[in-house]
């Protein structure tokens, strides 16, 4: 069974810049998290979809945005990007439940 | 506010050692209590998970301790290896959230 897969690997941004990252989850997960996981801090909860819908939202401004089609692939949107949204993007994918599998996640470099 | 801290940030053990991983939180909602294993260059993956109507949990070499009056859990390796060598994040999650409030994570190095 293939996992969690999310594109791509790196992506390199000037400020200001848009981004947009890529997710597909395991075949039957039905909802998509985002995370942000920047250096020393954890993971941090941006997003969360399920079937099409945004459930939850994290302490996160506006500019960050994302959807989720109907095959419940996902994406995450970055508008005017900063130097802090360097970070790993990662994605999780679960049938609402607690257990969260995990893809590789993307790393934004925002130069 | 940071909801779960855990400790240490970094841990250096000898091969055959145990590693000892804390943390602490402060919602007394909070019913779920995943840790998660991340290898460079890979995201993590659900290591082992406990309820607070338990006490501890073991599977294999990892055992997770859980102090409900405390407010306090840890994560035990036992016997620990070179392949154990990766961060270590402790999570937790109140009923119907679905989504887990991480610590800052644990870089452990286990040297052979």
């Known amino acids: 069974e293939a996992g969690v897969t999310q594109s791509p690997t790196h992506l390199i941004k000037t400020r200001g810049q848009q981004a947009t990252l890529r997710c597909s989850p395991i075949?039957?997960?039905?909802?998509v998290y985002w995370y942000q996981q920047a250096l020393g801090l954890g993971l941090q909860f941006l997003l969360w979809?399920?079937?099409?819908?945004?459930?939850n939202r994290g302490n996160f401004p506006p500019r960050f945005s994302g959807r989720q089609f109907p095959n419940y692939s996902s994406e995450l949107n970055v508008n005017a990007l900063e130097l802090e949204d360097s970070a790993l993007y990662l994605c999780a994918s679960s049938i609402q439940g607690i257990e969260q599998f995990f893809g590789p996640g993307t790393r934004l470099t925002v130069l | 506010q940071q909801q779960v801290k855990q400790s240490p940030q970094s841990l250096i053990v000898q091969k055959g050692g145990i590693s000892i991983i804390n943390c602490a939180y402060e919602n007394t909602a909070f019913d779920y209590f995943p840790w998660y294993q991340q290898f460079p260059g890979k995201g993590p993956a659900l290591l082992i998970a406990?309820?607070?109507?338990?006490s501890e949990k073991k599977e294999g070499r990892f055992t997770i301790s859980f102090n409900k009056s405390a407010k306090q859990f840890s994560l035990h390796i036992m016997d620990s290896q070179p392949g154990d060598s990766a961060t270590y994040f402790c999570a937790a999650t109140s009923g119907g959230s679905y989504i887990p409030t991480f610590g800052r994570g644990t870089s452990l190095i286990v040297h052979p």
């Open positions: 979809y399920d079937e099409g819908e945004e459930r």
């Open positions: 075949s039957g997960h039905t909802s």
């Open positions: 406990i309820r607070p109507d338990v």
